[in-house]
Nanobody, 114 residues
Framework: QVQLVESGGGLVQPGGSARLSCETSGDAFVRYTWAWYRQRPGLERELVAA???????NYIDSVKGRFTISKDSGKPTVYLQMKNLKPEDTAVYFC????????WGQGTQVTVSS
């Protein structure tokens, strides 16, 4: 089973930054597209950013220019650097492959509030 361990969340002031990490494992790290998803209060889980094995990256419009997804093959870990955070970014953030595996990690809570 592929490891999915998210960390790095917390309480952040509007305009602040945070970096999320996702520890993964095994061949899945190099074989699959990896992505960050989030579930905002009262809403369904949504894709936020994805990085393909080719290196191509996609973001949803609301985070373009503010979020950066990256991978460190030496660890192996997937990151989500978030800048200029807004209250509407408040959510539980999850990493997973795309398409998703049949399970999720525990996620990491990001709360953007003054």
């Amino acid at each position: 089973q592929v490891q999915l361990v998210e960390s790095g969340g917390g309480l952040v002031q509007p305009g602040g930054s945070a970096r999320l990490s996702c520890e993964t494992s095994g061949d899945a790290f190099v074989r699959y597209t990896w992505a960050w998803y989030r579930q905002r209060p009262g809403l369904e889980r949504e894709l936020v950013a994805a990085i393909q094995t080719s290196g191509n990256i996609n973001y949803i419009d609301s985070v373009k220019g503010r979020f950066t997804i990256s991978k460190d093959s030496g660890k192996p870990t997937v990151y989500l650097q978030m800048k200029n955070l807004k209250p509407e970014d408040t959510a539980v953030y999850f990493c997973n492959t795309r398409p998703v595996l049949g399970y999720w990690g525990q996620g990491t809570q990001v709360t953007v509030s003054s």
